[in-house]
C-alpha cells in the first residue's frame, strides 16, 4: 500500500515541468534553449519555474533586482520579487486560456520599461 501510494506520489512530482527562466544584467527576461522567447503553458498547469536574476544598473532598497508579475493574476502568485541570484517558485498557470504579459515592476535601469515575456496559455 505505501509503495503505491509513493509511486503515486512520485509520478505526481515527476510531471510537474521545471521552466528556466533568466531576468538578465541586460533587462530582459529570457528562456535559455528555446529560440522563440514565449512561455506556452497549459490551463491549470502546474510549473515550478527556476529563476535567475542578475543585477541592472538600478535595483529596489529591498533588494530586489527585478520582479516577475502578471498584474491581472497576482493574486494566484504571480508576483515574485527577484533577489540576485537562482529562486525556485512553483506556480500554477490561470485556467483561461489566453495570452499573458509577464512583467518587471522593479525599476532596474535602461530598457526596464520593455522588460516583458508573453505568456501563452493554451487549453
Known amino acids: 500500500m505505501i509503495a503505491v501510494f ?3 506520489w ?3 512530482a515527476e510531471s510537474v515541468r521545471k521552466i528556466e527562466i533568466v531576468a538578465d544584467k541586460d533587462n530582459r527576461f529570457k528562456l535559455p534553449g528555446q529560440s522563440k522567447q514565449v512561455l506556452v503553458l497549459k490551463a491549470n498547469e ?4 527556476e ?7 538600478e535595483w529596489a532598497r529591498d533588494g530586489a533586482v527585478h520582479s516577475l508579475v ?3 493574476l497576482r493574486t494566484q502568485g504571480w508576483d515574485v520579487r527577484l533577489k540576485e541570484g537562482t529562486q525556485t517558485v512553483q ?3 490561470p485556467a483561461n486560456p489566453g495570452a499573458y504579459l ?3 515592476t522593479v525599476r532596474c535601469g535602461e ?6 515575456l508573453k505568456m501563452v496559455v493554451e487549453p
Open 10 to 12: 512520485l509520478q505526481a
Open 46 to 49: 502546474p510549473v515550478t519555474l
Open 70 to 72: 502578471i498584474r491581472s
Open 6 to 8: 509513493m509511486s503515486v
Open 51 to 57: 529563476i535567475t536574476a542578475h543585477r541592472g544598473q
Open 91 to 93: 506556480l500554477k498557470a
Open 102 to 104: 509577464i512583467e518587471c
Open 111 to 116: 530598457g526596464h520599461d520593455n522588460m516583458k
